[in-house]
């Protein structure tokens, strides 16, 4: 946290701690607080992480996606709540895309927020090292990314899968309302509510609750657990709940 701190205090010319605090909270220059954001976060994330989240979706999606259209609903929505670099949305979209190769008439969009302006400009771009495709398999890595060119380390995600995504900036914590309406079918909020206290875990878990349509599914972290939240979610398996 200092070292990090401490390029802060040189860029902006600071010369305490301090001196900083007060320079944020005064709110002198509004975008020094994204720039604070970015130098502090650490972004830990690799495609399909946790992949038992993965795999329950690959198998309750057929099911649920019968019973949308025998009410003539078309559309899937889902929202990535803390993206981090990308590897999450685009997990989830290779997964839908897969299971979506025989309907050409599914409208499908995934919202993927987080609060770093630096981790959502990564996302954006959609390339990454081998490293993080540890977890890809043969198949997906042929279908969904395309070899960069001269680099035999880097992979790009190609547009079909790109193009269902929309990254934004979006701090958790802000005022009701947040700036989209849903409903979402699926919500991922993996390893975000970790860093907060119980009264404010429960008042989110309850507000992505109400952007949930009736029989979404949320994902938490499996390090994460809703127990002694009250909120109107029931348990599935660990690390997931329906509404």
């Known amino acids: 946290m200092q070292a990090r701190l401490n390029k802060r205090l040189r860029a902006t010319g600071i010369d305490s701690y301090d001196n900083y605090y007060g320079y944020l909270t005064s709110n002198e220059d509004p975008r020094e607080i994204v720039n604070f954001i970015d130098c502090i976060s650490t972004n830990l994330t690799y495609f399909f992480r946790e992949q ?6 690959y198998k309750i999606f057929p099911d649920y996606l019968e019973a949308k259209l025998k009410e003539r609903n078309h559309r899937i929505r889902v929202w990535s709540a803390g993206c981090s670099t990308g590897e999450e949305p685009y997990s989830i979209a290779m997964c839908l895309l897969n299971s ?60 079909q899968v790109k193009n269902i995504i929309t990254f934004s ?70 690390a997931v709940y329906r509404k």
């Open 52 to 57: 038992q989240h993965f795999d329950f979706l």
């Open 100 to 159: 979506l190769s025989t309907h050409t008439n599914i409208d499908l969009k995934i919202l993927a927020t987080d609060i770093s302006t630096k981790v959502l400009a990564i996302a954006k771009k959609g390339i990454y090292g081998a490293d993080k495709l540890k977890n890809v398999s043969p198949d997906f890595r042929k279908k969904f990314f395309k070899k960069i060119r001269n680099s035999s380390e880097e992979y790009e995600v190609l547009e």
């Open 169 to 238: 900036r979006l701090n958790l914590k802000e005022p009701e309302p947040y700036p989209f309406k849903g409903p979402f079918d699926f919500v991922f909020c993996r390893n975000v509510m970790i860093y907060f206290d119980k009264q404010t875990q429960e008042a989110l878990v309850n507000r992505i609750a109400g952007y949930l349509t009736p029989g979404g599914y949320l994902f938490v972290g499996h390090s994460e657990s809703l127990m002694g939240l009250n909120h109107e979610l029931s348990y599935v398996k660990p």
